[in-house]
């Protein structure tokens, strides 16, 4: 199976997708901001990386943009809790643009399960195997 990193702040989001993904059967590594992914980037080879917009100190675009230079290969699945759009239709929307600056995917925050596999079968080239829940991942996670 594949070698995963996520990158999100929330311990309990990294949690759930970290649960039904090593459930899979792939191996996961975690780090709570983008410095932290970085170094763990450069210490082995990962196959896929989800990768939360909104963090503390390095915000996930710019984490993008180093993780491009680093390893230009490897697919990006870009995940947000905050509204698509900050204003109803006149703010930005970070899910699209994430992916319009080379994310392969975007999540919404909270999603289900059957999403999440889904984004990882397609960005790993494989069928989807969702596990039977109707649990929303980042459902329990409280932003500031």
Known sequence: ??????????TAVQAAIRLLLERAGHSV?????????????ETGEFDLLFLDIFMPGMDGLETMRLVHQQQPRIPI???????????????????TMATRLGAVRSLQKP????????????SLGSAP????????VGEVASRP
């Open 1 to 10: 199976m594949a070698n995963i990193l996520i990158v999100d702040d929330d």
């Open 29 to 41: 590594a975690v780090a709570g901001d983008g410095r932290k992914a970085l170094a763990i980037l």
């Open 77 to 95: 699945i870009v995940i947000s809790g905050n509204p698509v759009t900050l204003d109803s239709g006149s703010g930005p929307d970070f899910l």
């Open 111 to 122: 999603f289900k399960p059957a999403a999440l596999m889904a984004a990882v079968a397609s």
């Open 129 to 136: 195997r969702a596990p039977s829940s109707s649990v929303r």
